[in-house]
């Protein structure tokens, strides 16, 4: 059995994000999401729109999912690879990690077996979280 991780925030599902999730589960037989938890998504990119609990329920019922949970704030990507023991991680499109950079940590940390890889982008118009916010706000659809 090949199991998959795959990492995000996933605030808002767009079809980027099924995109990338296709493209994880195909590599494997199990696919396991990471949410991104709350304290990460203020830290890296936004307040969440959604809390972080509720972001693993959602993508834990799309269909090429088998498995969400949630990041541990404060901790390390590689406690939660130790945790998960995958043997590919699939990183998105546009997430800020360098793929040979993330090898070497693996490897730094005793995980050199694990695949990295990299999803491509989804050709949709509306394909990451920022664009849709954008979208709303230029709309009068949310009130800031």
Not at 32 to 52: F, G, L, N, S, W
Not at 68 to 87: L, Q, Y
Request: a positive charge.
């Amino acid at each position: 059995m090949v199991r998959v991780m795959a990492s995000g925030v996933f605030d808002l599902i767009h079809p980027g994000h099924i995109s990338y999730l296709q493209q994880a589960k195909a590599l494997g037989d199990e696919l396991v999401v990471v949410i991104a938890c709350d304290d990460t998504v203020r830290r890296q990119k936004h307040e969440p729109i959604t809390p972080d609990y509720m972001r693993a329920k959602i993508v834990e019922n799309l269909k090429p999912v088998d498995r969400a949970v949630v990041g541990k704030n404060g901790g390390s990507i590689f406690d939660i690879v130790k945790e998960i023991k995958p043997d590919i991680i699939v990183l998105g499109y546009d997430q800020h990690f360098r793929e040979d950079e993330l090898r070497k940590q693996l490897a730094a940390q005793g995980l050199g077996n694990i695949k990295v890889v990299r999803a491509t982008e989804a050709a949709d118009d509306l394909n990451a979280t920022r664009r849709i916010v954008q979208k709303i706000r230029e709309s009068g659809g949310a009130s800031r």
